[in-house]
């Protein structure tokens, strides 16, 4: 038993540690709101993750994964709004510099939205759980994977938190420097090329 949760919390970490569109979105809230916006998308990515293994400890992500209309729809939808925070972001970068709107807009829609739509508009989160999740649940009970899954978010959070901190302290000496348009501006781009890429690919 403790070999399995520790080979689980070893693969975790690896994940997790591994920057995707959630770390990259974390960074993108951050630059724009500050440290409350980060960790507020964080909340957000670990609450989309929870619901993933959820649907996962229940069966239903198996479900939609072999359900291939509906595993489509929810990949492009998650493209969409990949895309949609990935432009944003540069324009807002781009405006910052030349100055054509105020130097501190806010965002539209919360940053704890933008995470639990951002991730469970993810079709990998939901092929992720359910090839994951039962290697280390020995009795295969819903209530065994869940509690593996929850750790996972726990986890997470706990990580794009730290993220949030230390990308507040660091744009706090940069803000409104060319250097901090160029990573607001890179932010964007990361998310943009992770929208196509999700687009275009299988799961």
Do not use: H
């Given at each position: 038993m403790l070999a399995h949760a520790a080979a689980f919390l070893a693969v975790s970490a690896l994940v997790i540690v591994t920057p995707g569109q959630d770390t990259a979105l974390t960074i993108r809230n951050t630059l724009a709101l500050g440290r409350?916006?980060?960790?507020?998308?964080?909340?957000?990515?670990?609450?989309?993750?929870l619901v993933w293994a959820l649907a996962a400890s229940a069966g239903l992500a198996a479900l939609l994964h072999a359900w291939e209309p509906a595993f489509t729809a929810l990949r492009i939808a998650g493209a969409a709004y990949l895309l949609y925070l990935g432009l944003s972001a540069l324009r807002s970068a781009f405006a910052r510099a030349?100055?054509?709107?105020?130097?501190?807009?806010?965002?539209?829609?919360?940053?704890?939205?933008?995470?639990?739509?951002?991730?469970?508009?993810?079709?990998?989160?939901?092929?992720?759980?359910?090839?994951?999740?039962?290697?280390?649940?020995?009795?295969?009970?819903?209530?065994?994977?869940?509690?593996?899954?929850?750790?996972?978010?726990?986890?997470?959070?706990?990580?794009?938190?730290?993220?949030?901190?230390?990308?507040?302290?660091?744009?706090?000496?940069?803000?409104?420097?060319?250097?901090?348009?160029?990573?607001?501006?890179?932010?964007?781009?990361?998310?943009?090329?992770?929208?196509?890429?999700?687009?275009?690919?299988?799961?």
């Open positions: 409350r916006g980060g960790i507020d998308t964080a909340a957000g990515v670990a609450l989309g993750q030349s100055e054509a709107v105020p130097a501190a807009p806010r965002l539209r829609t919360p940053p704890l939205v933008q995470g639990l739509l951002s991730n469970l508009g993810n079709p990998k989160m939901a092929v992720f759980f359910t090839s994951l999740l039962p290697q280390f649940a020995p009795q295969g009970s819903f209530a065994e994977l869940f509690a593996l899954g929850a750790v996972f978010c726990t986890l997470t959070l706990v990580w794009l938190s730290s993220y949030a901190l230390a990308v507040s302290r660091a744009s706090e000496l940069l803000r409104g420097s060319r250097a901090w348009r160029a990573l607001e501006a890179l932010t964007g781009a990361v998310l943009v090329a992770l929208g196509l890429r999700v687009a275009a690919e299988t799961v």
